[in-house]
């Protein structure tokens, strides 16, 4: 019998014996009786008012019962050794006051139950109180079978018996599965390793940004060593209680050394691995004695034993030195974002076992995804799926693959938002000064679609396509803001008058000049050099400040520079939308009408071709035109986008 069912059992005999209890003393108390004296007693017998007697089975209490049935029954306590005749005979009751055979007299026999029942009734309380906080203490130990066991460890172990993973279902991350499979050839064969004198790597710690596919490699080293695996979250080892953590880690390691060989996987491992002395609790913090305990144990006396241990983070910034030394994390395996390459295999992957239309070209999905971890590709092809089966389709088509693209990056669309004429012209005009603007300038990013239907947080958007370039140079990003700026340069030659809807573009082109001054040397009059230190608490592992290392002559000459970045990029905008105002007001119009348009069109457009009537035009511009909306907010011009150097993806 396991444990739920011993506890299911347990549970119901408190119960049933708590119900049997109560029943008995309310079936004892159920009658109201009275207090009387032996004395009160006599006298009532004299006066012919008593039917019957029952002396109890305990032989010191008896029960009284009257003639009246206005009377309620008393009860009398016998403190005399003798019989209840003999005690009555005392108080003057002779043969003649029983006349007729009343009162009678019963005796009744003790009952053992009784007695059993009396005991129960008076510790069952104590009983209760006690089986409840076992019940409490047993439920926060989870599935742990002994009572009070907060230093055992939370590890999950895999025998790797039956993998469900192996490195044939991790893509993209090639490097990282040779670093992994040098691990899994040494527990599986260690005599090949130790006859060269080699020493196995004590860890490795696997650093990528989310979505890389650090667990996933990590449950593929699983299926594929065969040993005993560990697997823990960081946040796992600390709980409320002081020196959980790190009687936890002790467990943790001794398990592992009993089944060694074998590998230990912490997940998330910057949870117990900060740096120390960051928090406020000094050497006594909690999580700082967990993270001593990991130490020692890494590399220690007594670590000669055949335990590997794998660890995962995306802020190794924060981890603490110690941590980091050879001894304990030999080996710092880097899972990069994967290229045009690493993202066609993972596609490959992910698509295995759906039904693919024969039009589905993998490669053009990998080149149209840069910047897309394989967690981004895994939801793409489920969105996919799921957008061919809620069109009731046999396969998925390249249109499904598209759309879910867009999806997952841009957002949804939004086609029943309310948006009133005169808006909807301003929205075409600004969309439009973006891709005219980059479609002059050589080194700005080819452009993929433009819209006008409101997609994620945007009105409108104008989407580039981007290459995995990861150097972009000076040229590149001033062409970046100068097409930034287009929409708001738009809005300013044909009406005169500026929204704010420029004002995502405004902080995105601000942070590319400043980053230009201040990070990247590209400032011919402040010359190469770092501007600026950024300050972070790596407690909480986030920027907080930025140390000024420079003088305020130098603090305007920052300024100056970045107005004269900005303005030169604003005049040459501006001299490019003056020049093919005809072009503005062309793909302003053809937006208008059809909404949507993708880059082919777009350049058969300016180059004066004329493109067939749109199949999803249903009614005619003027009707569409005439539909009333609510106004639009400041921030609803674009999807706010990432403001990391190189570029992200999302379209400006």
Not at 586 to 599: G, N
Request: hydrophobic share 40%; with cysteine; proline share 5%.
């Amino acid at each position: 019998m396991n444990s739920t069912k011993l506890t299911r059992w347990f549970v119901s005999l408190l119960i049933g014996v708590a119900i049997l209890a109560i029943v008995w003393s309310y079936s004892n108390s159920n009658t109201p009786t009275s207090q009387i004296s032996i004395s009160q007693l006599a006298q009532q017998i004299e006066n012919n008012e008593v039917a019957e007697i029952v002396v109890e089975g305990d032989g010191r209490s008896i029960l009284i019962t009257y003639d009246d049935s206005e009377n309620q029954p008393a009860t009398a306590q016998i403190s005399s050794v003798t019989s209840l005749e003999e005690l009555l005979t005392s108080y003057g009751i002779t043969q003649e006051d029983y006349r007729d055979g009343r009162p009678t007299i019963t005796y009744e026999r003790p009952s053992s139950w009784g007695n059993w029942l009396n005991v129960i009734g008076i510790f069952l309380p104590a009983l209760l109180i006690i089986a409840f906080i076992f019940l409490v203490f047993r439920q926060a130990q989870g599935n742990n079978n002994q009572a009070l066991s907060f230093g055992k460890s939370r590890a999950r172990m895999f025998t790797g018996d039956h993998p469900t993973i192996t490195f044939d279902d991790v893509a993209g991350a090639e490097e990282a599965k040779e670093e992994l499979e040098e691990v899994v050839d040494f527990l599986k064969e260690p005599e090949k390793f130790v006859s060269f004198g080699a020493r196995i790597p004590k860890g490795v710690l696997m650093i990528g940004s989310p979505g890389t596919g650090k667990t996933l490699l990590a449950k593929a080293v699983s299926g594929e060593a065969g040993v005993p695996f560990f697997s823990i979250a960081g946040s796992e080892f600390v709980e409320m209680f002081v020196g959980v953590g790190a009687s936890r880690v002790r467990d943790l390691f001794e398990q592992a050394k009993n089944n060694s060989p074998c590998i230990i996987f912490i997940d998330e491992i910057d949870a117990v691995g900060r740096q120390r002395g960051a928090g406020l609790g000094g050497s006594h913090d909690e999580r700082e004695q967990t993270l001593n305990q990991i130490l020692v144990e890494m590399d220690g006396f007594g670590t000669d034993t055949h335990v590997i241990i794998l660890a995962a983070t995306n802020r190794p910034d924060i981890l603490d030195p110690a941590l980091m030394r050879p001894g304990r994390f030999d080996r710092r395996v880097v899972i990069d974002r994967p290229d045009y390459k690493g993202r066609e295999a993972i596609f490959k992957v992910h698509i295995r076992g759906k039904p693919i239309a024969s039009n589905v070209n993998v490669a053009v999905l990998a080149r149209a995804t840069p910047g897309f971890v394989g967690a981004d590709i895994e939801n793409t092809v489920n969105e996919a799926a799921l957008l061919a089966a809620r069109r009731d389709k046999k396969s998925i088509g390249m249109a499904e693959f598209h759309e879910a693209i867009e999806r997952v990056q841009l957002g949804p669309e939004r086609k029943s938002r309310v948006i009133t004429p005169e808006e909807r012209e301003i929205i075409a005009y600004h969309e439009a000064g973006h891709a005219l603007v980059s479609h002059f300038l050589p080194a700005a990013m080819p452009l993929r679609k433009v819209t006008i239907v409101p997609r994620g947080m945007g009105l409108g958007l104008t989407w580039y396509l981007e290459d995995d370039t990861i150097l972009p140079n000076k040229t590149h990003l001033q062409a970046q803001i100068a097409s930034l700026l287009g929409g708001r340069v738009s809005e300013e030659i044909v009406y005169n008058e500026i929204t704010s809807g420029a004002s995502n573009d405004l902080q995105r082109v601000t942070q590319l000049a400043r980053s230009m001054v201040t990070q990247l040397g590209m400032s011919d009059d402040l010359g190469p050099r770092v501007y600026g230190q950024k300050q972070e608490m790596v407690f909480l592992g986030r920027e907080i400040s930025e140390q000024r290392d420079y003088s305020d002559a130098i603090a305007e000459k920052i300024d100056a520079e970045v107005r004269e970045i900005i303005d030169v990029q604003y005049s040459k905008a501006k001299e490019i939308l003056t020049t093919h105002r005809d072009k503005l007001d062309l793909v302003a119009m053809e937006l208008l009408e059809r909404e949507t348009l993708d880059a082919d069109e777009f350049v058969a457009l300016i180059e004066g071709e004329s493109l067939p009537s749109s199949p999803n035009q249903t009614t005619p511009p003027s009707a569409q035109n005439s539909v009333e909306s609510e106004s639009k907010s400041e921030s609803d011009w674009k999807k706010p986008p990432s403001l990391d150097l190189p570029p992200s993806p999302t379209p400006a």
